[in-house]
C-alpha cells in the first residue's frame, strides 16, 4: 500500500500563487508516475500534471505556463507550484501515485481562488 498526503492548499485571491505538496510513504516504487487532479463542485474530475520518475511532465491545457509539477524522489514527494490563480482553479487538489500494482490517491487539499 502507498499512503498520500497532500498540503499546501488554501484562500488565495486571483493572481495569486499557492505551492501544494504530496508526501508519499509505505511500499513505494522506484518506477512510478505521480499525478496531481482536481475535482470542482458539480464538475467531473481532472487531470491537472502528471511528472514520470525521471522528472517528464504534462499538463492540462487550462494549466500550462501557469502551474508546475516537480518532484523530490529523495523525499518521496511532489510539488505543484501554481501562479497567477484564476477562480476556475478553485477545486479539490488530489494527488496520485501509479505503478504497476495500480492507483493510489491521497485525500485532497481544497484550493479556494477569490476573485
Known amino acids: 500500500q502507498v499512503q498520500l498526503v497532500e498540503s499546501g492548499g488554501g484562500l488565495v485571491q486571483a493572481g495569486g500563487s499557492l505551492r501544494l505538496s504530496c508526501a508519499a510513504s509505505g511500499s513505494t516504487l522506484r518506477i512510478n508516475n505521480m499525478g496531481w487532479y482536481r475535482q470542482a463542485p458539480g464538475k467531473s474530475r481532472e487531470l491537472v500534471a502528471v511528472?514520470?520518475?525521471?522528472?517528464?511532465?504534462n499538463y492540462a491545457d487550462s494549466v500550462k505556463g501557469r502551474f508546475t509539477m516537480s518532484r523530490d524522489n529523495a523525499r518521496n514527494k511532489v510539488y505543484l507550484q501554481m501562479n497567477s490563480l484564476k477562480s476556475e482553479d478553485t477545486a479539490i487538489y488530489l494527488c496520485?501515485?501509479?505503478?504497476?500494482?495500480?492507483?493510489?490517491w491521497g485525500q485532497g487539499t481544497q484550493v479556494t481562488v477569490s476573485s
Open positions: 496520485t501515485y501509479k505503478d504497476y500494482r495500480g492507483d493510489f
Open positions: 511528472i514520470t520518475s525521471v522528472g517528464s511532465t
